[in-house]
């Protein structure tokens, strides 16, 4: 059964850096998504990604974060300058219509 | 505003009974919505959807029921098992656009003893 991918499951990173989590979503799906969870807390939207643009974002994406598809295959989520608050999993989902699919996570550490 | 939320915390119960799990809705103008179970570590595993037309939907062991007029939303799951333990998280689309973004509410930890 197909499913989304993500890469890598554990990032750790100093703050102000810069991170890019990549995932790959289900073949056929036409839009995509980043959410994130704090640890202990509910699902949070980040952003949608149809037709290579951004069709919508919440106040959490920031002008540090960004999203890319670069290929056919990858959708990639880069936080320019990492922050503590940033400390997160990091779920990529996709959908053909409406069920989304979510993949594995990344848990990202910023210490 | 919009928001989701869970009656109901942590809900434990004996093997072989039935769960219900429960999740209040404010936006009237949701016409989509999922039950989502994660386990620890893992992410969010789609379980059941159902459509604002729809007040019933059934699957295998899992139900879930919509209730516009008081916005609620349950899943019910048959003859529960030690696997059915996870955070259960109901969540919601907007009208509109079928792609749009979900709205997730807090989670209630199912707990399911042997």
């Known amino acids: 059964e197909p499913e989304v991918t993500q890469t890598p499951s554990h990032q750790v990173t100093q703050m102000g850096q810069e991170v890019i989590l990549r995932c790959v979503p289900i073949?056929?799906?036409?839009?995509f998504y980043w959410y994130r969870q704090i640890l202990g807390q509910k699902v949070e939207f980040l952003v949608s990604?149809?037709?290579?643009?951004?069709?919508?974002k919440s106040e959490i994406f920031d002008d540090q974060f960004s999203v890319e598809r670069p290929d056919g295959s990858n959708f990639t989520l880069k936080i320019r300058s990492t922050k503590l608050e940033d400390s997160a999993m990091y779920f990529c989902?996709?959908?053909?219509?409406?069920?989304?699919?979510f993949g594995p996570g990344t848990r990202l550490t910023v210490t | 505003g919009e928001s989701v939320g869970l009656h109901l915390p942590t809900l434990s119960v004996q093997e072989g009974d039935n769960s219900i799990i429960n999740c209040a809705y404010s936006?009237?103008?949701?016409?989509?919505f999922i039950w989502y179970k994660q386990e620890s570590g893992k992410g969010p595993q789609f379980i059941i959807d159902i459509r604002s037309n729809m007040d019933k939907r059934q699957g295998q062991r899992v139900t879930v029921l919509l209730n516009k007029t008081v916005k609620h939303l349950s899943l019910q799951i048959a003859a529960t098992q030690p696997g059915d333990s996870a955070v259960y998280f109901c969540a919601e689309k907007a009208s509109g656009n079928q792609g749009g973004k979900l709205i997730f509410g807090q989670g209630t930890e199912l707990s399911v003893k042997p």
């Open positions: 073949s056929n799906h036409l839009y």
């Open positions: 990604f149809y037709n290579n643009e951004i069709s919508e």
């Open positions: 936006n009237s103008a949701s016409d989509y």
């Open positions: 989902a996709s959908t053909a219509g409406y069920e989304q699919y």
